[in-house]
């Protein structure tokens, strides 16, 4: 494929955009570790929420979406949105509570809520195994798309895609810290969405499509149309797997980076930024709405015509018989559709793909930084640092973890599994995440039976190549687990008393699981409530059922509108509208500092 001079020009300047931001930002941002990798603390919500979008917007994001529709149909995606669920409750129950810890990184609020040896244990080897491990898979998933974008429309081999990819995003995150990231996260953000709007518009039109109105009425497509399964027609290992599975266990039982059950990684840094803790609600709550209701179906309807051009794996062998067989797997399907584009259009949609995979490069990158600086070398190789020496050693990570995830991108073959693997990784940690926050007696000694219980279920899984479908790996994974944690919660000797009234005075977290704590405290003459306290619980667990019921009816409305079904599409509209005003009051009950 060749792109003319237009699409080299539309590319170059957005690199060059990119590189400026980083440059003009990076005067003020290595200043101090704040600075560097929180922006201040000084972030409004709007420019928050839009770098969280950014970032999920990967390249193996359609690619990802892609492969779902194509074997399961559009409710496959139900493995994704369900997380909806874990995202309202990070909205409306935890955001505020991360803002108000005033910790550095979300790894250090180990040592915030632990105490002793296994506190500081646990920080510094979460530190080391989600900076380094779980952040380097992501980052190669994300780089493995870019190598399969970049040859199909590129004709690049996979390290040229690579290293051309990897040093733009490099120079400008090096230099420019926080603030360069969310700053190019909102101009690269536009770039992918008028990318994928405008790829979906001209792939409709193809000759082979013929419109969206022939396209849903084909045979071969119809059959993929649903949003909810068919219990009469669908095998119940699929409708489990991908649709009951997630709804009511995996949304809160995995830990998932951008989905981590009560908040975790890039979210919480962005959190942590805020002005204060309205914007960081805000932010997350922009985040969730733009992230499951406007990105999705621009990719669905691209990935339904690509069952009309290239139905099978073997088409798309056929078609790009140069590539290696180990990329051409069902999420190839994306790119190969965006090879029918025009000169330009094709320009603005493989910058807007560039852009979506340095939106996340950029993020997990500077993410993974700060953890290994504040909660590795500051914490435990070099405690006098200066901030100074703080933000070169953060820059030099920064390299080096870019680097290792190019490496790693070179032995994987496709988006589905690493998702699938970091979800049983992850299996069973999620319950311990929610409540650690309101339960007194979940301890260090708890996190590290559930982490450990957790991945090596996983392993087993993996290295006995398990028979057992996914859904019931997952459940296993589950019930060890929690069964683990919880035990080993009730029998170890609890979090030190001092440092639980500490965390309980700054946090005010509410609810009846510090009830002991606080009893103790208040026979001792201590008081630790703010005068004037009231716990919102009940209209914060309010408000994320209407966000939840808000969204998930935006998503079926956008594609009943696409599928001219208009009846339903406006039914669901008024739903959505209904709850959205139940969480504008709900809002009002809440208490923000």
């Known amino acids: 494929m060749h792109l003319t001079g237009l699409d080299w020009f539309i590319m170059a300047a957005a690199f060059a955009v990119y590189l400026g931001i980083g440059l003009f930002v990076g005067r003020t941002a290595g200043k101090d570790y704040d600075s560097y990798f929180l922006s201040g603390r000084s972030m409004p919500w709007w420019l928050l929420g839009t770098s969280m979008v950014a970032t999920t917007f990967a390249t193996d994001t359609p690619n990802l979406v892609a492969g779902i529709v194509r074997q399961d ?3 496959g995606n139900w493995v994704w949105w369900a997380f909806l669920l874990t995202g309202s409750t990070t909205v409306f129950l935890y955001a505020k509570l991360w803002r108000r810890s005033e910790v550095l990184t979300d790894i250090q609020f180990y040592e915030l809520r632990y105490s002793g040896r296994p506190a500081a244990f646990l920080r510094g080897f979460r530190a080391v195994y989600l900076g380094v491990f779980f952040n380097v898979i992501i980052m190669a998933n994300v780089t493995l798309a870019a190598v399969k974008i970049g040859s ?3 004709g690049l081999t996979p390290l040229q895609s690579i290293t051309i990819a990897a040093v733009v995003t490099l120079a400008y995150s090096m230099v420019g810290g926080l603030t360069g990231v969310l700053l190019t996260d909102l101009v690269q953000f536009v770039i992918a969405m008028i990318g994928s709007v405008g790829a979906a518009w001209y792939v409709l039109g193809l000759p082979e499509v013929g419109g969206l109105q022939k396209l849903v009425a084909r045979p071969e497509v119809a059959s993929h149309l649903a949003m909810i399964p068919d219990f009469s027609t669908v095998s119940p290992d699929v409708i489990l797997g991908v649709f009951l599975l997630p709804l009511l266990v995996q949304w809160w039982s995995a830990y998932y980076p951008g989905a981590e059950p009560g908040g975790g990684g ?6 942590l930024a805020a002005k204060n803790e309205n914007h960081a609600v805000g932010a997350t709550l922009f985040f969730n709405v733009m992230h499951y209701a406007l990105r999705p179906w621009p990719w669905i309807l691209v990935a339904l015509a690509s069952l009309v051009v290239y139905p099978t794996v073997d088409s798309l062998r056929q078609a790009f018989p140069a590539l290696d067989p180990q990329y051409v797997q069902h999420d190839l399907a994306y790119p190969a559709m965006l090879t029918r584009l025009p000169a330009g259009l094709l320009g603005i949609v493989v910058t807007s793909l560039i852009a979506a995979y340095m939106s996340t490069m950029s993020t997990q990158v500077n993410w993974g930084s700060s953890v290994l600086v504040n ?8 405690p006098a640092a200066t901030e100074s020496q703080l933000v070169w050693v953060g820059r030099l ?3 080096g973890l870019m680097v290792v995830a190019c490496g790693v991108a070179l032995l994987l073959r496709d988006a589905l599994s690493s998702f699938n693997l970091l979800l049983q990784i992850g299996a069973g940690t999620g319950l311990l995440l929610l409540l650690r926050w309101f339960w007194w007696r979940i301890n260090a000694a708890a996190e590290i039976t559930a982490m450990a219980v957790s991945f090596f279920m996983a392993l087993w899984f993996f290295v006995q190549a398990s028979p057992l479908p996914g859904w019931q790996q997952m459940l296993w994974g589950v019930g060890a687990t929690t069964v683990a944690w919880i035990g080993v919660a009730l029998v170890t000797p609890p979090t030190d ?6 965390f309980y005075r700054r946090i005010q977290p509410g609810g009846p699981g510090w009830a002991p704590v606080l009893a103790r405290a208040e026979r001792e ?7 004037g306290f009231r716990s919102d619980l009940p209209p914060a667990l309010m408000a994320a059922a209407a966000a939840t019921l808000a969204v998930w009816s935006l998503i079926f409305a956008g594609g009943y509108l696409l599928y001219g079904q208009y009846g339903a599409a406006f039914g669901l509209l008024a739903v959505s509208t209904i709850g959205g005003f139940i969480v504008a009051r709900c809002w009002r ?3 923000f500092r």
């Open 73 to 75: 149909g559009v409710f």
């Open 397 to 399: 990570v920064t390299a």
């Open 152 to 154: 199909v429309l590129l």
């Open 525 to 531: 003459g201590v008081h630790l409530r703010e005068t």
């Open 589 to 591: 009950k809440m208490s």
């Open 266 to 271: 890039y979210v919480v840094q962005r959190i």
């Open 497 to 502: 008393e001092g440092r639980l009234r500490e």
């Open 375 to 382: 909660d590795v070398y500051r914490r435990f190789m070099n």
